[in-house]
C-alpha cells in the first residue's frame, strides 16, 4: 500500500467525511475542546457508547465550574440540574450527529454523481 505525503490530499469516502462533518457540528454545539476531538470523533464513529456518555458527564462537571459558549453551559446557567444537562446533551448530541450526518452524505452522493 503506498504512503501518502503531507502534500497529497487525503480523500475520505462520502461516509467517512460526512461522520466526521457531524462530529465537527456536535463538538461545536456541546463545547467540546479542540484537543479532544479526535477522540470523541473516533468514538462516535466507532459506536463506543459508554466512551461518549463518559466524555459527556465529564465535560458537564466541567462546564459547572468553567463555562462556556455551548449548549451545556447555557443550560447550566439556565439552572437545569446536570443530571438534565447531561440527558439534554446526549439527545443534541444523538440528533446533530444523525441529521447532519444523513444531509452531509446526502449532498455528497449527490456530488459525486455529476
Known amino acids: 500500500m503506498r504512503e501518502h505525503s503531507a502534500a497529497e490530499p487525503v480523500i475520505l469516502p462520502p461516509a467517512d467525511?460526512?461522520?466526521?462533518?457531524?462530529?465537527l457540528?456536535?463538538?461545536e454545539l456541546l463545547g467540546i475542546p479542540e484537543a479532544d476531538r479526535p477522540a470523541f470523533t473516533m468514538w462516535l464513529e466507532e459506536q463506543a457508547q459508554?466512551?461518549?456518555?463518559?466524555?459527556?458527564?465529564?465535560l458537564v462537571?466541567?462546564?459547572v465550574h468553567r463555562p462556556g459558549d455551548d449548549v451545556l453551559s447555557t443550560l447550566?446557567?439556565?439552572?437545569?440540574?446536570?443530571t438534565q444537562v447531561l440527558a439534554v446533551g446526549q439527545a443534541v448530541l444523538g440528533t446533530a450527529y444523525a441529521q447532519v450526518r444523513?444531509?452531509?452524505?446526502?449532498?455528497?452522493?449527490?456530488a459525486c454523481r455529476t
Open 102 to 110: 444523513a444531509a452531509a452524505l446526502l449532498a455528497l452522493s449527490g
Open 50 to 58: 459508554a466512551l461518549v456518555e463518559g466524555y459527556l458527564a465529564e
Open 25 to 27: 457540528v456536535a463538538g
Open 17 to 23: 467525511l460526512a461522520g466526521r462533518l457531524a462530529a
Open 61 to 63: 462537571e466541567t462546564r
Open 76 to 82: 447550566l446557567r439556565a439552572g437545569l440540574p446536570e
